[in-house]
């Protein structure tokens, strides 16, 4: 996997450790917000606890959080990747092409990612 960068953030939003072309502390903060929406969206959908939460962003990356606890305490895990794993970019093109079509018609231009 080709990273960019790796942030490790404290449950304050303060950086703790970070490598390669990292946003810093003004990105912090918000990877304890993340997490937090992503385990409420999950428990809401009865869908489990989640692992992680994913950003697919343009140019075919992809931002992966996790939050680990360690002693009692919660770290989060920002990790920017180069490339979206093969086939997710697809699937999601195809997803909202279908949906459009569904309620634009056929006047619909595909829609691209990244």
């Known amino acids: ?3 960019i960068f790796i942030l490790v953030v404290n449950d304050e939003g303060l950086t703790m450790a970070e490598a390669g072309d990292s946003p810093g502390d003004d990105f912090a903060p918000y990877s304890s917000s993340i997490m937090e929406n992503a385990s409420k969206m999950a428990a809401i959908g009865q869908l489990g606890k989640p692992v992680c939460s994913a950003l697919v962003l343009e140019r075919g990356r992809m931002l992966i959080m996790h939050e680990a606890k ?3 305490e919660s770290i989060y895990l920002s990790i920017l990747c ?4 093969a086939g997710v970019q697809s699937l999601i093109r195809k997803i909202v092409d279908c949906v459009a079509k569904a309620l634009l018609g056929d006047g619909y231009e595909e829609h691209l990612i990244g």
């Open 82 to 85: 180069r490339r979206v794993p």
């Open 1 to 3: 996997m080709d990273l």
């Open 70 to 72: 360690l002693d009692g």
